[in-house]
């Protein structure tokens, strides 16, 4: 299995900041990618940002500019910077990762609990 403990959440006002963490842990499966995700009340869960160990970072249009993600691969810590936050981005923000077991390769995606993040107006 690989653990996932997000951190970080929070309200704040529009064009505040905030940061989220996330922990990997795993002692049997290769993290391959860990990105964050989010779920606003009566929408489906979307992408945010993704990284692959190659650092290539796909963001949303909807965060580019505002949004960083950033990555320790020996550490399995995925970050992300919010920046300039607006009321539409209020939602759950859940970490996931993308791992290969160790033992016959087989690929899982794993999801962390979510944390909230309010932004008022």
């Known amino acids: 299995q690989v653990r996932l403990a997000e951190s970080g959440g929070g309200s704040v006002q529009a064009g505040g900041s905030l940061r989220l963490s996330c922990v990997a842990s795993?002692?049997?499966?290769?993290?391959?990618?860990m990105g964050w995700y989010r779920q606003a009340p009566g929408k489906q869960r979307e992408s945010v940002a993704t990284n692959t160990k190659g650092a290539i970072v796909n963001y949303a249009d909807s965060v580019k500019g505002r949004f960083i993600l950033t990555r320790d691969n020996a550490k399995n810590i995925v970050y992300l910077q919010m920046n300039n936050l607006q009321p539409e981005d209020t939602a759950v923000y859940y970490c996931?990762?993308?791992?290969?077991?160790?033992?016959?390769?087989?690929?899982?995606?794993?999801w962390g609990q979510g944390t909230q993040v309010t932004v008022s107006s």
């Open positions: 996931n990762a993308q791992a290969h077991s160790r033992i016959n390769d087989s690929a899982r995606a794993f």
């Open positions: 795993t002692s049997v499966f290769r993290i391959t990618s």
